[in-house]
């Protein structure tokens, strides 16, 4: 997820080339014993706003630290996303070693999300770290795996060792642009900054799981196009990561063919890495809110039953289409004076998401959202 969604649908597809694809392989249906086992919440905007002194609660008003809320509201599993060199100096290695040790007391499980840039990074826009602007792709693969490296080592030798990472976020046509952007179908780059990346985690702690992640839930040519590509460049992963929001992917049964389909395509776990639905149409700062229709998806008004029973249905519909995870993107954010969308302006920029957190304007929590397995 990023600030602006309007780069979601600038990609590079080659439909003909996509359409000359092999068929998936046949999908069994999910056991219906299958479970989500990742419950997750990225919480990565919390940070600030607790250091801002903004409070949350549980839908009965006792106020709490916020993960113990969204634990008790059934999460397991919590991502943290890591920018090189922000402006705002959040969401940097300091600050995600120093609330990965929260996460950790609370007994959650953490998925570090690397961007590698020093801002948003997303299907539309990849840009390098600044301490990286010159470098070309040789450079850039040892960058990639160092950088990865030494995050992984130092959350380890704090007894913060990550569960899960991202090898970067939605790649829909690659990162760290332009040497690491898919073009004309060649993958290689891509590959060779993926690869640094797999190996530098599993250097690190061979355990952990490197999940790859795009927002290609909206089709399974853009997912086969993607994974395919990657796939034929040698690239190792453990966990296919998807964004769904409907409003941007389409239909929950678009989304169920999509996830059974790289289920058995790649024979790997997947996870929905992000979704998200608004609570209200009403915006509560400066900044106009991302989503602002009142009903964004069929069937589901923007209201706090609304959003609820859209959360419900996409986990039900991942998880008896094969998923094993499901995360919420960034429930925690709603509008807190300095706790803005732009790194390099973050007190004074606004926050385009505040009626899409599971927190309403007073940090009280939707008494009817749960995570469930």
């Avoid at 069937?299 to 995360?327: C, D, K, L, M, S």
């Amino acid at each position: 997820m990023t600030v602006s969604r309007t780069g979601r649908l600038a990609r590079v597809v080659l439909f003909l080339v996509v359409l000359a694809l092999p068929a998936a392989m046949p999908v069994p249906a999910a056991s219906a014993a299958n479970s989500l086992t990742m419950l997750g919440a990225d919480v990565s905007t919390a940070q600030r706003a607790l250091d801002l002194g903004a409070k949350y609660s549980g839908a009965n008003g006792v106020a709490g630290d916020p993960l113990d809320i969204l634990k008790g509201a059934g999460v397991n599993y919590v991502r943290l996303r890591v920018w090189n060199n922000p402006r705002s100096g959040y969401n940097n290695k300091a600050k995600v070693l120093q609330y990965a040790r929260a996460v950790k007391a609370k007994g959650l499980k953490l998925l570090v999300d690397f961007h590698y840039s020093d801002t948003w990074a997303d299907p539309g826009k990849q840009a390098k770290p600044a301490a990286w602007a010159s470098h070309g792709i040789g450079a850039l693969q040892t960058d990639v795996h160092d950088y990865t490296y030494d995050v992984c080592s130092a959350l380890k030798a704090q007894g913060t060792t990550p569960d899960s990472v991202q090898i970067g976020n939605e790649i829909n046509v690659g990162m760290l642009w332009d040497d690491g952007k898919v073009v004309n179908n060649d993958f290689g780059n891509l590959g060779r900054l993926l690869k640094a990346g797999y190996n530098a985690t599993k250097a690190c702690n061979g355990g952990t799981q490197v999940v790859i992640h795009t927002a290609d839930a909206d089709s399974d040519a853009h997912a086969r196009w993607f994974y395919d590509g990657i796939r034929a460049q040698g690239v190792q992963w453990d966990v296919t990561g998807l964004s769904y929001y409907c409003y941007w992917h389409g239909t929950l049964a678009n989304m169920t063919a999509v996830v059974s389909d790289v289920r058995a395509r790649y024979g790997k776990p997947v996870i929905l890495a992000e979704t998200a639905y608004p609570y209200t149409t009403a915006n509560y700062d400066s900044t106009p809110n991302t989503i602002s229709a009142a009903q964004p998806c069929a069937g589901y008004p923007a209201t706090p039953a609304g959003q609820a029973a859209n959360f419900t249905a996409v986990q039900n519909t991942a998880r008896a289409a094969g998923a094993i995870g499901v995360f919420y993107w960034e429930p925690t954010w709603y509008a807190v004076p300095g706790n803005g969308w732009d790194p390099a302006d973050i007190a004074g920029s606004g926050d385009g998401w505040d009626n899409q957190a599971v927190f309403d304007r007073n940090g009280r929590l939707n008494p009817n959202i749960r995570w469930t397995p």
